[in-house]
């Protein structure tokens, strides 16, 4: 399998391809307000794109969508952070801690269809779990490819890290039940590809991460 990412926008948002081969088509994690740089991700590798999976409703990974998503280009994102990624204005308040910002809606044209807990994808010849990990936000969901071990976490979870969650529709008590229900019974030498920063494994984060000590 191919995965490859590139670091785009300027929360410095890991979007992700995912595919059999180069010249295949492909899965799109992910999709920041930078279509050329998604564009040029897939062109890396020849891939056509048929599905972006998107983890939550944040600008910073759903706000692209509409750059990739078409007729023949499904998006994916759990209804609860729909409204979220129509409009980034409040969000965006909020990050820059209350400074009105001045933005369009985003995510105008594309039809979302939705993600739920449980649901197993079958796209590009590729098989992912959708795991349900509100707390972040309402609506976040984590996407697991067994087959392959890996595990792509969005903003639940990252390298010595978690979330944030206190932006709207956050909780950190929700995200530690999220994490206790769905990302602590994964095989530990799962590779975890998260939202940002670098890749990890989970093994790696149960013996450094501080935010994990407590569900051991
Ligand atoms: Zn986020
Ligand atoms: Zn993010």
């Keep these: 399998m191919l995965i490859d990412s590139s670091t785009l926008w300027f929360f410095g948002t890991n979007t992700y ?3 059999d081969g180069p010249g295949a088509a492909a899965v799109v994690v ?5 279509p050329s740089g998604v564009a040029s991700l897939l062109a890396r590798h020849d ?3 048929i599905a972006v999976l998107v983890t939550h409703g944040h600008i910073d990974h759903a706000g692209g969508v509409d750059g ?5 280009v499904t998006a994916y994102l759990h ?3 729909v409204d979220m990624a129509r409009h980034p204005g409040a969000q965006l308040e909020a990050l820059l801690g209350g400074q009105a910002f001045e933005i369009g809606d985003a995510v105008v044209r594309s039809q979302f269809s939705d993600l739920a807990a449980g649901d197993r994808l079958s796209l590009a010849g ?3 779990d959708v795991l349900f990990t509100p707390g972040h936000t309402r609506g976040h969901c984590c996407f697991s490819v067994p087959a392959e ?6 903003d639940q979870l990252f390298q010595g890290s978690i979330g944030r969650t206190d932006l709207p529709g956050g909780s950190y008590a929700t995200l530690m039940d999220s994490m206790a229900r769905e990302i602590m019974p994964l095989d530990p030498g799962t590779r975890v590809l998260p939202g940002h920063g670098p890749a990890t494994t989970l093994a790696a984060e149960r013996r450094h991460n501080p935010f994990l000590q407590e569900l051991l």
């Design 79 to 81: 209804p609860d952070d």
């Design 126 to 128: 590729v098989e992912f």
């Design 47 to 49: 891939l056509t794109p």
């Design 30 to 34: 992910d999709a920041p307000p930078d």
């Design 68 to 72: 990739i998503a078409g007729p023949t």
């Design 17 to 19: 391809v995912v595919a």
């Design 149 to 154: 071990g890996v595990l792509f976490s969005g």
